[in-house]
């Protein structure tokens, strides 16, 4: 349940704290922690396209974010961008 040492190394710290301070530097930050619940999101549940748009209008609503944001279907992003949880 404890453990000894870290669970993310110092490199990736900064790295995420560098992330952080930079949007929060150009945006405004959300008041409070957005929680994946109807009280904070309008959009319906599914998998549909719609649905992807809707979810991240909300974000973008919490996240007071204005620039136009593109949704592309995963099986159309370089394999670099892609993430296999599954993967070792």
Same mark, same amino acid.
Do not use: Y
């Given at each position: 349940?404890?453990? =000894?040492?870290?669970?993310? =190394?110092?490199?990736?710290? !900064?790295?995420?704290?560098?992330? !952080?301070?930079? !949007?929060?530097? %150009?945006?405004? /930050? /959300?008041? +409070?922690? &957005?929680?994946?619940?109807?009280? !904070?999101?309008?959009? *319906? #549940? +599914?998998?549909?396209?719609?649905?992807?748009?809707? &979810?991240?209008?909300?974000?973008?609503?919490?996240?007071?974010?204005?620039?136009? &944001?593109?949704?592309?279907?995963?099986? #159309?992003?370089?394999?670099?961008? %892609?993430?296999?949880? *599954? =993967?070792?």
């Amino acid at each position: 349940m404890f453990w =000894s040492r870290p669970t993310v =190394s110092d490199d990736l710290r !900064f790295w995420i704290n560098e992330c !952080f301070d930079w !949007f929060d530097e %150009r945006f405004e /930050p /959300p008041k +409070g922690p &957005v929680l994946p619940t109807k009280a !904070f999101f309008n959009a *319906q #549940t +599914g998998t549909n396209p719609e649905t992807a748009e809707f &979810v991240l209008e909300d974000i973008k609503r919490h996240m007071n974010f204005k620039a136009e &944001v593109n949704i592309l279907p995963l099986n #159309t992003l370089p394999a670099e961008n %892609r993430i296999d949880f *599954q =993967s070792l």
